[in-house]
């Protein structure tokens, strides 16, 4: 099976959502997305430099397992989000367009391969994220603090942030990432709790902010981000609440952005929220108390991740 044969069988991928399943799918003949969400084609000298040394150490990445809309910008200015822990999920949400299927087996060579590409393409802030590996013990967490620590190694000073899975709640594998000291420790709630079973079935919601707040037990002051993704049924009120809810769980960084249906077997659009609208939440949100909120409908995760950071640090340093 080809990387991106995903649904060789034409198996249904998203899961039935009451009130969402009639709505514009990206997919759906005659349906164009607004102007807003427009990208230009992904080139340039230092996008196309990157993809080749990616290939070249056999890394992956999230920009393309994703298919993140602003590939092209971000790797122009060499700014990358390294996939760890192979390529194959052992979850499946109804957004996501990575891969589910059984994972190979672990690489303890890729740390070490990512401290490499990074120092090359001379990274000062990187973002990992990472399939969720349920196969594994400790979910994969070994994994992710030898990466942190290689990449400080090969690069001194640089910063890192990581997105990992919840460890199915397990603190021991949480903890492990955290003591490798990550400058930034995110974990995505991505919809709000009427959903969040339906798109998100291995996941839970209070599972995930309970990640959130034992990252900021564990290591009083660490900076935690999290993200929400707007389009897919939720009501503009419940995306207040499910703000206040990371308020609560002390996270720093917000992140929104549109979802974008990627192939026709996954959940379909419910509707494209109106820049407008993002910019009511930022305000809204930032006023709960939330360092900084990035809202846009083309933001993802690690969009500009390090300014995401230094705004932040400015907010709270201001308070």
């Known amino acids: 099976m080809s990387e991106r044969d995903h649904n060789p069988s034409g198996r249904r991928l998203h899961l039935p959502i009451a009130g969402v399943t009639n709505g514009p799918g990206v997919n759906t003949t005659g349906v164009r997305k607004p102007p807003w969400l427009k990208v230009r084609l992904a080139s340039g000298p230092n996008y196309m430099a990157l993809k080749s040394l990616v290939r070249d150490a056999d890394l992956h990445t999230v920009c393309e397992e994703a298919m993140c809309p602003n590939i092209g910008e971000c790797w122009e200015e060499r700014e990358a989000t390294f996939l760890i822990l192979g390529m194959r999920c052992t979850r499946r949400c109804g957004f996501c367009d990575v891969m589910t299927a059984k994972p190979d087996p672990v690489d303890p060579e890729e740390p070490a391969r990512i401290a490499g590409a990074v120092a090359t393409m001379g990274l000062r802030y990187v973002v990992l994220t990472g399939v969720a590996r349920d196969d594994l013990p400790d979910g994969g967490a070994s994994i992710w603090a030898a990466a942190i620590r290689a990449c400080r ?3 001194p000073g640089i910063e890192m942030e990581v997105l990992p899975s919840d460890f199915k709640g397990g603190e ?147 308070v």
């Open 172 to 318: 021991p594998d949480i903890a492990t990432v955290l003591d490798a000291e990550p400058t930034v420790f995110a974990h995505n709630l991505e919809t709000v709790p009427r959903l969040h079973e339906r798109i998100r079935p291995a996941f839970g919601y209070e599972r995930s902010l309970e990640v959130l707040r034992f990252a900021a037990r564990h290591h009083p002051g660490q900076i935690t981000k999290s993200n929400l993704i707007l389009g897919m049924g939720e009501a503009p009120e419940e995306v207040l609440s499910s703000l206040q809810d990371l308020r609560d769980a002390g996270v720093d960084i917000v992140t929104m952005g549109q979802y974008l249906q990627p192939t026709p077997h996954h959940l379909p659009v419910h509707r494209w929220v109106v820049p407008g609208e993002f910019a009511e939440h930022k305000v809204a949100g930032e006023a709960l108390g939330i360092p900084h909120i990035e809202a846009g409908p083309l933001v993802r995760s690690s969009y500009h991740a390090g300014a995401q950071l230094r705004r932040a640090l400015a907010a709270r340093a201001a």
């Open 153 to 155: 190694d090969a690069t």
